[in-house]
C-alpha cells in the first residue's frame, strides 16, 4: 500500500493512499457477502440470493457503504504504521475505484503544529500589570454596592430604574409586558434615553429592538427579530435609584476602622500577595501572547469549528446559536493557541519538576485561591498525581524562566500580545 503525506499548511495534511486491485477486489468481495445475508431478494429467503444478483440490484448503496467500510480500514492501518497524528476526525475528500483497480483515496487532517520558536530569552514584552491600589479601589467599590441602598426618587436621571408596562405589535400580535431599563445611553441594550427625566405615570412613545425588548421583560421566547426597531407605548411604573454610601471616614467607622486611610491600608496588606502572584500569572499570559505574535502559526479551524457548533448546539433559543458559536469559537481558539504553544515549550526547554517546584507551585496556586497549602493539595489530591498536572508545573516554571529572561514594559490598549481575532478564525459575527 502506497501512501503519500503532502502538507497543506502547518494544521493541515492530506494522505493520499494507494491500495493495490488485489486488496480492493478482496475486501470488495468479503463485504459483498457480507452485505448479501441482510438483503432479501424477491424469490430467494433472506440471505441465499446470488451474490450477482444481489450486486445488480444494490450496488450503488453497496458501494456507498463498502467505501465508507474499506476507508476506515485502510485509514486505521495508515495512522499505526505511520504514526499519524490528528484532531477530532478525517475527512474523506476522494474514493476513485473501479473493480481490477487500484484504489485512490484522499483525506485531509488537521494536527497539532510543530512550532519553531524564534526567540525565548531577551523577549521585549508588553503587559498590562494589575496594580494593587487599583484592586483596592475595586473591592472599596464593590463595599458600597454591597451597602447601597435602593430608594424611590421622582425624576429619572442617568441609570436610575425605570419599571415599565411595553406594549407592542410583532406581527399580527399585540403584547403587553412589564419589565425594566435604565434611564440614559451608558449601557447597551439596558439604556432608554427617552427615559431620562421621565416620571411615574407618564405615558411615552419610542422605538426599541427586539434584542433590548427581550432583555428587558426576560421573555428571550418572544423570538423578535433582535435588529428591528418596534414602535412601543411605554408607561412608567416607578423610578428607583441606587443610594452609594460616600467612601468615607465614616463608612470606615461603620466598617469597624478608625479611619478611611486605615481601612485602605488593611486592604491593600491583605491583598499585596495574592496580588503579587496574580501578576506572575499576567506575565505569564503575556509570554504566550508575545511568542503568538513572534512566531504567527496557523490553527485547526475546521477542528474549532467543529467543537464550537457542538457547543452552541446545546443553546436552546436558536436564535443565539450563532452568537454563542462565534463566542465558543473565539475561546477554543484562544485554548488551542496557549496548549500548542506550552506543547512545543515543554519540547524545547524540557524541565524536570523537582519537589521543591512542586511545593513552590501549591503555594503559587494556593495564595490564588486564598487557602491554604494543605487545604490546596487536599482540594486537589486525585489531580496533583497525574500527567496533566505535572504539565502544568512544567509550564508554570518554564514561563517563569522566559519572564526572568525578558523584560516587559506597560502597553497601552489593547496590548501587542493579546491574540488577535482576526488571527484566530476567520468568521462573521453580529455586535452583542
Not at 159 to 172: A, C, K, P, R, Y
Request: with cysteine; glycine share 2%.
Amino acid at each position: 500500500m502506497q501512501v503519500e503525506f503532502n502538507p497543506i499548511n502547518a494544521v493541515t495534511k492530506e494522505i493520499n493512499i494507494t491500495v493495490p486491485l488485489e486488496r480492493a477486489n478482496k475486501e470488495y468481495q468479503k463485504y459483498l457477502r457480507k452485505a448479501a445475508r441482510d438483503v432479501a431478494i424477491p424469490g430467494f429467503r433472506k440471505g441465499k440470493a446470488p451474490l450477482a444478483m444481489v450486486e445488480r440490484m444494490h450496488s450503488e448503496t453497496i458501494m456507498d457503504y463498502f467505501y465508507k467500510e474499506i476507508v476506515d480500514v485502510i485509514f486505521d492501518e495508515v495512522v499505526e504504521e505511520h504514526e499519524v497524528h490528528f484532531l477530532l476526525f478525517p475527512e474523506v475528500k476522494d474514493v476513485i475505484w473501479e473493480k481490477d483497480t487500484d484504489m485512490k483515496i484522499k483525506i485531509e487532517i488537521e494536527h497539532e503544529p510543530t512550532i519553531e520558536f524564534k526567540q525565548l530569552e531577551g523577549l521585549s514584552i508588553p503587559h498590562k500589570p494589575k496594580l494593587l491600589e487599583d484592586e483596592v479601589a475595586a473591592y472599596l467599590d464593590n463595599l458600597r454596592q454591597e451597602h447601597s441602598r435602593i430608594m424611590d426618587v421622582e425624576t429619572a436621571i442617568e441609570n436610575d430604574n425605570v419599571d415599565i408596562e411595553l406594549t407592542f405589535s410583532h406581527g399580527s400580535e399585540s403584547f403587553t409586558r412589564t419589565g425594566s431599563f435604565l434611564a440614559g445611553t451608558e449601557t447597551n441594550f439596558r439604556s432608554l434615553e427617552v427615559l431620562m427625566g421621565c416620571k411615574t405615570g407618564d405615558k411615552l412613545e419610542t422605538k426599541i429592538d427586539g434584542r433590548s425588548i427581550m432583555l428587558a421583560t426576560r421573555e428571550p421566547g418572544l423570538n423578535l427579530e433582535h435588529h428591528f426597531m418596534y414602535p412601543c407605548q411605554i408607561i412608567v411604573n416607578s423610578i428607583t435609584r441606587q443610594q452609594l454610601p460616600e467612601l468615607d471616614d465614616e463608612f470606615a467607622k461603620d466598617m469597624e476602622f478608625d479611619s478611611l486611610e486605615q481601612m485602605k491600608q488593611k486592604i491593600a496588606d491583605d491583598m499585596r500577595l495574592r496580588n503579587e502572584h496574580l501578576n506572575i500569572n499576567i506575565d505569564c499570559q503575556s509570554v504566550v501572547g508575545k511568542l503568538f505574535v513572534d512566531n504567527n502559526f496557523d490553527i485547526p479551524n475546521k477542528t474549532i469549528e467543529y467543537l464550537a457548533k457542538k457547543e452552541a448546539e446545546k443553546i436552546d433559543n436558536p436564535e443565539y446559536r450563532k452568537y454563542y458559536e462565534y463566542q465558543y469559537s473565539m475561546q477554543i481558539a484562544q485554548e488551542l493557541v496557549t496548549m500548542y504553544i506550552m506543547n512545543n515549550l515543554r519540547k524545547a526547554m524540557p524541565m524536570e519538576v523537582s519537589p521543591e517546584m512542586l511545593e513552590e507551585y501549591y503555594t503559587h496556586e494556593a495564595i490564588l485561591e486564598d487557602i491554604s497549602v494543605e487545604a490546596y493539595k487536599d482540594s486537589y489530591s486525585d489531580e496533583i498525581n497525574t500527567e496533566e498536572f505535572k504539565h502544568a508545573v512544567q509550564n508554570y516554571f518554564i514561563l517563569r524562566q522566559i519572564c526572568q529572561n525578558s523584560s516587559f514594559f506597560v502597553a497601552e490598549e489593547p496590548t501587542e500580545t493579546e491574540i488577535p481575532e482576526a488571527e484566530l478564525i476567520d468568521q462573521e459575527t453580529t455586535e452583542e
